[in-house]
């Protein structure tokens, strides 16, 4: 009895604890005896006791490492502190455990003289306007560097950059002028249009008028033309009535010098008569002649 109940003590004792569930997207760096033995994936597993231990719990996760600022000192001698973000992930459990002390402080350090180096062979200008280059060069440094970490870079970020005081003072009063003049420029660009609007609005109303007195003198031209023709269309007719009713000559020279009589009843100051007309006021002076004589 007391043997069952020794027995069962070891087995909490020393058994279960060697009992080891490995979970999802971590691993276990083994040591046996002090030297490096396996890696463990996920899965129940099992260590032998005072043998074996488990040298480091790695989790193969993707890791989010935001560094604090670094002071750096740009090309033209202009301090700012910058702060990133590494974005990095555990490919070798093995090396990652034994190839340098205190991986993440190694990156942290990594991270900064390497950020030093590529500001300063930058301009302030450029450092503020290149965050692209700025972030693809230092990832393919740290992915190079920690490779024999076992560790993969997958992406880096400037999260932050800070000049001094005076520089975001000279920047701010430089941006608010940059404004002012845009807006100067879209004033100006609004007031000249405006201005061209309205020109072609007094040329198309001045064309519209002068095409308006055009329509209305060719109207009124076409309606005398209209009117004479009517009328000598009238003339004509009753020119066409009297030879039709049979009239003679001296009822159509009659006729003539009663539209010769209308015209004289004008302004005007001299009258030529036809032919026809001289040879009625001739027949007519002589037959008075006659009647006077008798």
């Given at each position: 009895m ?13 058994v ?19 030297s ?53 992930q ?25 950020l030093?180096?590529?500001?300063g ?8 306007t290149?965050r ?13 560097a ?11 970020e ?88 049979g ?20 302004q ?27």
């Open positions: 007391n043997f069952l109940i020794i027995l069962l003590i070891l087995i909490f004792i020393i279960i604890p060697n009992i080891k569930i490995v979970p999802q997207a971590k691993v276990y760096v083994i040591e046996r005896l002090g490096y033995f396996k890696t463990w994936h996920n899965g129940l597993q099992l260590k032998i006791p005072f043998i074996d231990r488990v040298a480091n719990v790695v989790t193969l996760k993707e890791v989010v490492k935001d560094f604090a600022p670094q002071p750096v000192i740009t090309k033209d001698n202009v301090t700012m502190q910058i702060d990133t973000v590494v974005y990095f555990i490919t070798d459990a093995k090396l990652y455990t034994y190839g340098v002390e205190n991986p993440i402080n190694a990156i942290e350090t990594l991270t900064a003289t390497t030093r180096n590529i500001i062979e930058l301009e302030l200008d450029q450092t503020l290149s692209d280059i700025i972030n693809s060069k230092m990832r393919a440094i740290l992915d190079e920690t490779d024999p970490w076992g560790i993969k870079v997958n992406r880096v400037v999260k932050n950059i800070i000049p001094p005081r005076d520089i975001q003072e000279a920047m701010e009063k430089q941006m608010r002028a940059e404004r002012e003049r845009r807006e100067k420029i879209l004033q100006a660009e609004g007031e000249k249009k405006s201005s061209i609007l309205i020109a072609e609005g007094e040329k198309e109303s001045a064309i519209l008028r002068a095409e308006a007195k055009k329509e209305a003198q060719i109207k009124i031209a076409e309606g005398e033309a209209e009117a004479m023709l009517k009328l000598k269309t009238a003339e004509a007719e009753g020119i066409k009535l009297l030879k039709e009713a009239a003679d000559k001296s009822v159509l020279a009659l006729k003539s010098y009663e539209a010769l009589a209308q015209v004289a009843n004008g005007a100051t001299k009258i030529i008569l036809p032919a026809e007309l001289q040879n009625i006021a001739a027949i007519g002076t002589t037959i008075n002649e006659m009647i006077e004589k008798k």
